[in-house]
């Protein structure tokens, strides 16, 4: 299980050092990523909140940095395009992808998976759910496939370890993000590193009991 971050293609930006990355692809979040991979999850979490700010949110800057971070330094909810995605290493399955609509922000559903309501899904295109059966976790990665999906069925103690695993990513890119911010942006390193956690979902400091 990965926290990703899906990409889109981003031809001439220039505001700082980024990766090539193939357009509507993934990138894995975690604490190992290189400044360019850095600097490319922070763009598209900036261009996923590229909205105009509402008026209580102050004035947008002159800079072009300063604008182009305005939406994610200002609005209180934020989105970043993607989830968790799980996947079988051995084989390579895919057996929860994040479609259309879903968000890094919303990880903490798998809280309503393991302890709460015993299901969730993630977006669209796929239309992947995963769903608490007794002691196990079915995941599906397309409920809606008419030819059939791959599902597995792994027990809750595992996922519960998955999703620990995946967080404890989430706030290790949080810290190399931070650091990044600081040797990239320094004006805006600590406006962009609390921007960071809010759109991670990551103030909260603890998992939810069980």
Not at 5 to 14: T, Y
Not at 77 to 83: E, R, S
Not at 116 to 127: L, Q
Not at 137 to 166: F, K, N, Q
């Amino acid at each position: 299980m990965q926290p990703v971050l899906e990409i889109v293609a981003a031809d001439g930006f220039a505001l700082w050092p980024i990766g090539e990355h193939e357009s509507h692809g993934y990138l894995a979040l975690h604490g190992q990523l290189t400044p360019e991979q850095v600097g490319t999850a922070i763009m598209r979490i900036a261009e996923c909140n590229d909205f105009e700010p509402e008026e209580e949110h102050g004035p947008c800057p002159s800079d072009p940095i300063g604008v182009f971070l305005h939406g994610m330094l200002t609005m209180p909810d934020l989105f970043a395009a993607g989830g968790f995605r799980v996947t079988d290493d051995a084989t390579g399955t895919v057996y929860i992808d994040p479609g259309c609509c879903n968000g890094l922000e919303t990880w903490r559903e798998w809280a309503e998976v393991l302890d709460g309501t015993g299901c969730a899904s993630f977006g669209h295109d796929p239309s992947s759910m995963a769903e608490r059966v007794g002691d196990t976790v079915r995941l599906t990665l397309d409920v809606y496939a008419v030819d059939g999906s791959p599902v597995i069925e792994l027990p809750v103690d595992e996922v519960r370890a998955l999703v620990t695993g995946a967080q404890q990513d989430l706030r290790d890119f949080h810290d190399l993000a931070g650091s990044w911010a600081e040797d990239h942006l320094p004006p805006y390193a600590k406006a962009v590193t609390a921007a960071l956690a809010r759109a991670l979902d990551l103030e909260l400091t603890q998992w939810p009991a069980s």
